[in-house]
């Protein structure tokens, strides 16, 4: 290291060669192996070995064995490999095979399948919808007993129905109108923008001598608008970790496994780690704060909003000996390919 203590390209390159060598091996590396790729003696790469152990990049689980990567070795390694390039035929291959499902719902699921089949992994991918989410149409049906079925049919394709009970009959006519009014007036818009132009015109003195006006209100008060914002999330491939050596107890990997068994926890996985810019590649090495199993995991993934009022997310959960080069391509690919099949 250098009189700041910060490291060196020399540092950087020894340190990301025992990494490379590790996940190949499993085993410590010794200096003589890192010899073998740099023109330096192996008193050399020991005293850069001693260096990088100081600043926390290895650890040595012997006196007398080789060097282990740490966690921040990982994360330092992963980095390397976030200006990975598209691959403009394996995007095509992607997008085509995640266009055959013709919903976000099933776009979701092929992308974490994809996931899974490259990487060997836990694929997740998640649709999280915002207040930017934009009406295409709703359809409202009478149904016996005052009630009433409302339909709200979202840009990004998505439908959600709603049963209403109210006090005074509507007939299929009035609701018909009712229905025109909305599609006419607010289809294309964004659901926030609909609550707060709905609410002025219902404010307005005249909307007391408007037919439709007053039904609308009636189906406003109901919730006609209110999604439920709930996001689509699938995951698969829990089974790829079973044979990993994570260092855990049966029990403990019993508990890995109802953990990875949890949308609400795969959904704070994803909200924790992936708060980067849009489209960039995030990597989080050790996961213990979700999860004490989760200690020797390693998160890779990527956010994009979507037009539609979607934020999308797309990663890989794996060991921290996991082939980095791969999970980080794939990522990147079949995000970009999901981005553009549901734009």
């Known amino acids: 290291m250098n009189r700041l203590g910060t490291l060196t390209p020399r540092h950087y390159d020894v340190l990301h060669a025992i990494v490379q060598k590790y996940i190949e091996t499993g085993q410590p590396v010794p200096s003589h192996t890192i010899a073998q790729k740099y023109s330096m003696s192996p008193a050399s790469i020991r005293n850069t070995m001693a260096d990088l152990w100081e600043a926390g990049y290895l650890s040595q689980p012997h006196t007398s064995a080789g060097r282990v990567p740490t966690e921040r070795a990982y994360q330092s390694y992963a980095k390397t490999l976030l200006g990975s390039r598209i691959v403009q035929a394996e995007l095509d291959r992607l997008q085509l095979e995640i266009r055959k499902a013709d919903s976000v719902e099933g ?152 953990t990875l068994e949890e949308k609400k926890r795969i959904l704070q996985l994803l909200e924790r780690f992936l708060e980067q810019r849009d489209g960039e590649v995030a990597v989080q090495v050790g996961l213990s704060d979700v999860h004490s199993s989760m200690s020797e995991l390693s998160l890779i993934g990527i956010r994009f909003a979507l037009p539609n009022g979607l934020a999308a997310n797309v990663a890989v959960l794996g060991p921290m000996r996991m082939n980095y080069t791969r999970a980080v391509s794939a990522v990147l690919h079949v995000g970009q390919a999901f981005k553009t099949a549901t734009t």
């Open 107 to 258: 776009r979701i699921e092929r992308s974490s399948r994809l996931l899974t089949e490259i990487t060997r992994n836990f694929g997740i991918a998640a649709a999280i919808p915002t207040e930017n989410q934009t009406l295409d149409q709703v359809e409202l049906l009478a149904l016996p007993e005052r009630r009433i079925l409302m339909v709200v049919v979202t840009r990004d394709r998505i439908v959600r129905n709603k049963v209403i009970t109210v006090d005074d009959h509507i007939s299929q006519d009035e609701l018909t109108s009712i229905r025109n009014y909305i599609n006419y007036n607010f289809g294309g818009w964004m659901i926030h923008n609909i609550h707060r132009e709905l609410k002025r015109r219902l404010e307005l003195e005249s909307a007391a001598y408007d037919a439709i006006l007053r039904r609308v209100s009636v189906l406003y008060s109901n919730g006609i608008l209110d999604l439920g914002l709930m996001p689509q999330v699938h995951f698969e491939g829990a089974e790829n970790l079973i044979g990993l050596d994570l260092h855990l107890t049966r029990e403990r990997m019993r508990d890995l496994l109802r």
